[in-house]
C-alpha cells in the first residue's frame, strides 16, 4: 500500500486520487485537548480550502462534558454564536491505511476570515516554537505515553461504571518491564504500532509498565508541533483499536489504585544543527542557555502545574514517592525530580519533564514547559542548586508544588512570566476553565475528602481524554 | 455590621464553604440579624442530599468559621437539598432540632434572612462589578412583579435582565447563577452572549465571595 503522505507534493486532487481517498477527517483540538473535528468528502474538503470548513465557535469555548462556556469569555468568540474555521494544515494530510478510503488532516482554529485565534492551542504553540527559532533555535521534542488497557470493552466498562475491570496482563503484582505482562498485550500494540508506522508516527519502543494493565509508548523527537500532532492521533488510533478488539484504554491520569499515568516530555535545543544545551568547554558539559532555560521552568513550575495535571483527577497523582514530582527541583540523572537533566553527550543532551500527566493537552503542556525556558533565557533566569538527592520525602522547608485546582490556579494567576508569552487573555480564560471544572466536580458528586477518584471523574474522563 | 465579624475560612475552601460564606455576609449586613448571630453560640452542619456537599458553621461571639464536613460538634445538621434552598415553603430536615430547639430556631432566622431591597442588591451588583473586563457599558433591569425599571452606566442601553423582584435579588447577590435562572426560565435577557457570560461570571463571583457587597 501507498502510505506517502500529502506532505512535499503539490498536486493534492493528484494525491487523492492516487490514495483513493474520498473522504477527509479533520482533527483539531480544543483545550482540554479533546480531538474534535468532521469527516468531509472529498469535495467539500477541496473546494473549502485554504481557509477549512467552519465550525460552531463553542467548539473551542466548552468544557470536556460538553458543557458551553457561560461563565467567562474570551475576545476570539462572536457575540451572538457565530462560526470560527478549522483551517487544514495540510502538511499533516495522510491516508488511514486501515480505513482504505480515508484520510486524515489535523488543523488549527482560525476565524473564518483566516486570521488566527490565540487560543488555539496548535496556533499558540506553532507561535512559541517560531519565537525560539526567531532566537536562533530549533527544538525536538518527544513524549512518553502511559495508559491503562483493560479486557472490558468500552461498553462493559460503561456498565461497570469503570470499577473492577480486569487489566491486560499476567500479573496483578505492580511490575514493570514485565515481557509477561507485555506479551498479553502484543495483539494490541501490534494493531497500534502498525497503524503507527501507516501514518508515519516514529515510536520508539513500548513496555509494561507499573500499574497493572498499564503501558508505555515512547514517540521518536520530533518538532514540537508535530510531536504533539503525533500524541493526538496516537491517543486516537489507541482509543479506535481498543474498540476494534472490545477491549477499553484509558488517559485518565488516576483510573486506578496505585500507579498513575503520566505524560513525561523530553526536549532539546540545537544551534545550526549542533547541541545548545551542550557545552564541551564547561566543566560540567551545561551551557548558559540550559541554565538559563531551567532557571525559567523552575520559577514557572509552579504555575505550569494548571496546564501539565489539568483535572482534578490529574493533581491527584502529585503524591510522594509515586514516581511524579512534588517539588520544583532538578538534577543530572534524577528521576525524582520534575526536571531531569541529560548532559553527559552533546548527543544525549535534553531535559525530561516528568510533571506532566497522561490527561495533559499536549499542545497546551509543551507550551508552558517552552514559555518557562523561553522566560528562562528573556530574564536571565538562574535556577535554584541542584538536587542530588532523592525528592521525595524531602522537609517541609522545600516547598511543595501546589496540588489544588485553587492553588495551581493561584500560582499560575500571580505568574507574569508566563502570562508574557502565553498572553494574558489565553492564560486567564484557561484559569476560568479550571475553576468551572473545579466547581462542577464538587457541585455534581465529587467529594472533597475521598482518596478514591469520584464517578464524576470517571463519566468526565475515562473515555474522552 | 458585617465589618465587625472575622470569617476564618479553611484553607482552599471549596464551593459550599465559600457560597456559605457570601450568604452569612449579606445577612449579616442588615443589623437585626449580626445580633442575631452574635446570639449564637456553637457550631452547626449542612449537608447536601443530592451530593457530598456539606460544611460546618461555628459562630461565638464575632468569630465565624465556616470549613466542609459534617462535625460531630455540631448540635443540629441540616439536611437539604441545595438547588432548592431559595424555594418558598422548602423545608429541609433537620438533625438533634428536638435536643436544641432554641439554637435551631435561631439558625433557621439566621439563614433565611428576609429579602434586601432588589433595587440596592442592583446599585451594589453593578459598583462591584462594573469594571470587570467585558461588562456591558450600560444595564437595565426590570422588575416584571413590581414594575420598575432601573438602568445603570452610560450611554445606549446593551443588556436589558427581567425577572421577579426576589429572584433578581438572588441572582444580583450571588445566591444564584445568571445563566441558570436564565435557562430555568426565572430571569429574562436581552443582550449578547458576551454580555451574558460576563454578567454570569459576575454572579459566580459573588456567590464564591470574590466580590464584596458590603
Known amino acids: ?465 | 455590621m458585617t465589618t465587625d465579624f472575622v470569617f476564618k475560612l479553611e484553607t482552599d475552601p471549596v464551593p459550599i464553604v465559600l457560597s456559605l460564606y457570601t450568604t452569612l455576609k449579606h445577612a449579616l449586613s442588615n443589623p437585626a440579624y449580626a445580633a442575631l448571630a452574635r446570639s449564637i453560640d456553637g457550631c452547626f452542619s449542612i449537608a447536601s442530599t443530592r451530593d457530598p456537599q456539606s460544611a460546618t458553621i461555628t459562630l461565638k461571639g464575632n468569630q465565624i468559621d465556616i470549613h466542609h464536613g459534617v462535625s460531630d460538634k455540631a448540635k443540629i445538621t441540616i439536611n437539604l437539598d441545595l438547588s432548592r434552598m431559595s424555594e418558598e415553603g422548602y423545608r429541609p430536615s433537620v438533625k438533634g432540632l428536638l435536643r436544641h430547639p432554641f439554637f435551631a430556631y435561631r439558625v433557621g432566622r439566621l439563614l433565611n434572612f428576609p429579602a434586601t431591597s432588589w433595587a440596592d442588591d442592583a446599585k451594589r451588583f453593578w459598583d462591584s462589578t462594573q469594571f470587570l473586563p467585558y461588562m456591558p457599558k450600560a444595564i437595565k433591569f426590570t422588575s416584571t412583579d413590581k414594575q420598575q425599571h432601573l438602568s445603570f452606566g452610560n450611554g445606549p442601553t446593551d443588556v436589558e435582565i427581567c425577572g421577579k423582584s426576589k429572584v433578581l435579588s438572588s441572582m444580583l447577590t450571588g445566591s444564584s447563577i445568571l445563566v441558570e435562572d436564565i435557562i430555568a426560565g426565572r430571569i429574562q435577557i436581552i443582550g449578547s452572549l458576551k454580555h451574558l457570560s460576563v454578567l454570569s461570571e459576575a454572579t459566580l463571583k459573588m456567590k464564591l465571595g470574590e466580590l464584596g457587597h458590603e
Open chain 1, 1 to 465: 500500500m501507498n502510505n506517502q503522505p500529502f506532505r512535499g507534493e503539490i498536486n493534492l486532487e493528484a494525491w487523492l486520487d492516487r490514495h483513493h481517498i474520498d473522504v477527509i477527517r479533520t482533527q483539531a483540538t480544543n483545550l482540554e485537548g479533546v480531538s474534535i473535528g468532521k469527516y468531509c468528502n472529498r469535495g467539500k474538503f477541496t473546494k473549502t480550502l485554504p481557509g477549512g470548513h467552519n465550525v460552531a465557535d463553542i467548539a473551542l469555548a466548552m468544557d470536556i462534558a460538553g458543557t458551553p462556556h457561560l461563565t467567562f469569555w474570551h475576545s476570539f468568540r462572536h457575540e451572538t454564536l457565530g462560526d470560527i474555521a478549522l483551517r487544514p494544515d495540510l502538511d499533516t494530510l495522510v491516508p488511514d491505511g486501515t480505513d482504505l478510503n480515508l484520510g486524515h488532516c489535523i488543523g488549527d482554529f482560525v476565524q473564518v476570515d483566516g486570521s488566527p485565534i490565540n487560543l488555539c492551542p496548535r496556533t499558540n504553540l506553532n507561535r512559541l516554537v517560531g519565537e525560539i527559532y526567531d532566537m536562533g533555535y530549533e527544538v525536538k521534542a518527544s513524549c512518553e505515553l502511559e495508559f491503562y488497557l483493560f479486557r472490558d470493552s468500552f461498553a462493559d466498562a460503561r456498565r461497570k461504571k469503570y470499577q473492577n475491570l480486569q487489566p491486560i496482563g499476567a500479573s496483578k503484582l505492580q511490575t514493570v518491564y514485565l515481557l509477561r505482562n507485555a506479551f498479553h498485550a502484543r495483539t494490541f500494540m501490534a494493531e497500534v504500532t502498525r497503524r503507527l508506522n501507516y501514518l508515519g508516527i516514529g515510536w520508539e519502543a513500548w513496555n509494561d509498565e507499573n500499574g497493572s494493565g498499564q503501558i508505555e509508548l515512547n514517540l521518536t523527537p520530533s518538532d514540537p508541533v508535530n510531536i504533539a500532532d503525533a500524541v493526538v492521533r496516537t491517543k486516537q488510533i489507541i482509543y479506535e483499536v481498543a474498540v476494534d478488539q472490545g477491549m477499553s484504554a484509558t488517559f485518565m491520569a488516576h483510573p486506578v489504585r496505585g500507579y498513575s499515568s503520566g505524560m513525561h516530555i523530553h526536549h532539546s535545543l540545537t544551534r545550526e544543527g549542533e547541541a545548545a544545551f551542550y557545552d564541551v568547554d564547561k566543566p560540567d558539559n551545561r551551557s548558559d542557555l540550559l541554565r538559563h532555560w531551567v532557571g525559567g521552568m523552575i520559577e514557572t513550575m509552579p504555575g505550569a502545574v494548571s496546564y501539565l495535571c489539568p483535572t482534578v483527577n490529574s493533581l491527584r497523582r502529585l503524591t510522594e514517592f509515586s514516581a511524579p514530582p512534588t517539588t520544583a527541583t532538578w538534577g543530572e540523572e534524577n528521576k525524582s525530580c520534575a526536571l531531569r537533566l541529560i548532559t553527559r553527550s552533546a548527543g544525549l543532551s535534553r531535559i525530561e519533564h516528568r510533571l506532566g500527566a497522561a490527561d495533559l493537552n499536549p499542545y497546551l503542556g509543551l507550551g508552558v514547559i517552552l514559555a518557562g525556558g523561553i522566560s528562562g533565557v528573556r530574564h536571565s533566569i538562574e535556577p535554584p542548586e541542584e538536587l542530588a538527592q532523592i525528592g521525595w520525602g524531602l522537609p517541609e522547608s522545600f516547598e511543595r508544588l501546589p496540588r489544588t485546582v485553587n492553588s495551581t490556579s493561584a500560582a499560575l494567576q500571580n505568574d507574569a512570566y508566563l502570562k508574557e508569552v502565553l498572553g494574558t487573555e489565553e492564560v486567564e480564560y484557561w484559569i476560568k476553565t479550571r475553576k468551572l471544572a473545579w466547581l462542577s466536580f464538587h457541585t455534581e458528586g465529587g467529594d472533597p475528602d475521598s482518596k478514591k477518584p469520584a464517578q464524576w471523574e470517571y463519566d468526565r474522563y475515562f473515555e474522552i481524554v
